[in-house]
């Protein structure tokens, strides 16, 4: 994991940034969510690929790529959830009780 940060940490910051931009301007979207059962086979397919990451079932590049791939989506996330969490404080501070 240190490996990740210290080569690809130009990447790292773009994906955090980029969740963090999505996360704000994701408040504004009206859009039609993903139902219950895409949301749960989702799920079902991200926790299987950390489980192969963590076991470490793909050796080699793949596995580097995957390893890296899943960090970066997992800061895409985060970045995600922070926006969206400052533009409900930002946006909730200047409206009047």
């Not at 994906?15 to 979207?29: D, E, K, N, T």
């Not at 991200?46 to 890296?68: M, N």
Request: hydrophobic share 60%.
């Amino acid at each position: 994991m240190a490996f990740l940060a210290t080569f690809h940490w130009g990447w790292l910051l773009a994906s955090l940034l980029l969740g963090l931009a999505m996360g704000w301007i994701a408040v504004v979207h009206r859009g039609k969510g993903v139902s219950k059962r895409t949301s749960r086979w989702l799920a079902v397919v991200a926790a299987a690929l950390v489980a192969v990451a963590v076991a470490r079932v793909i050796p080699g590049r793949p596995g580097y790529w995957l390893d890296l791939g899943l960090t970066m989506f997992a800061l895409y996330l985060a970045g995600c959830a922070a926006g969206s969490w400052l533009r409900d404080w930002a946006l909730s501070r200047s409206m009047p009780t």
